[in-house]
């Protein structure tokens, strides 16, 4: 709504969302092209933002972005990173494909069912965050079910993170299992192609 709009916190968001990209030091005329605000503008702007060290000069005069961003992502729930990154993904294969689809991860010789996004339909397979079943080393960590099938895609192994799993599941018959292991891989390397990567502190 536009009373809700303060057109200064606004310009200040609008700089720091400048430096969401490849280039991780800018000129004043790099932000301002950027941005499209005079540089007196943003001479303004940066020195109230420098302050609270949501950016800084270096001596080579760029600009860059301060502690505090990185600061304030450390404060957000390692789980509610992992479900922001991977829930949509979940949602858009469960309404492509019609099946449940989950994130499976091992807790010890157990897998377990972290996330899930469930069909609109009501013949479908019931998974649920916290589900568990044994894990067979030998084996993909998929869980039998009477009448149904789950095809799983590992996701890469990450220092400190458990090993985890997308999956695809449903009725025996009706999931295919070649179109759900293209989707499951396509939706791993989704993951794998974010520009800032999934790392061990995101993903744990």
Known sequence: MAQDRVEA??????????????????????LAQATGFYKSTLLRLLGSLARFDYVRRGS??????????????????PAQRLAARVQPLLDEMARELGETASLLEQVGETVEC??????????????????GWPLDPSMPPCLAFAGGVMVTQPLPELPGVPRRWLALSGPTGRLNSNEASQALARAANSLECRPRGVDAEEMS
């Open 9 to 30: 916190v606004e310009r200040a968001l609008t700089v720091l969302e400048a430096f969401d990209g490849e280039r991780t030091t800018m000129s004043l005329a790099e």
């Open 60 to 77: 080579d005069g760029l600009w860059q972005l301060g502690d505090s961003p990185g600061r304030l992502a450390r404060r957000q729930a």
């Open 114 to 131: 972290r996330l899930a996004s469930l069909p609109a339909t009501p013949l479908r397979h019931d998974l649920h965050p916290g589900m």
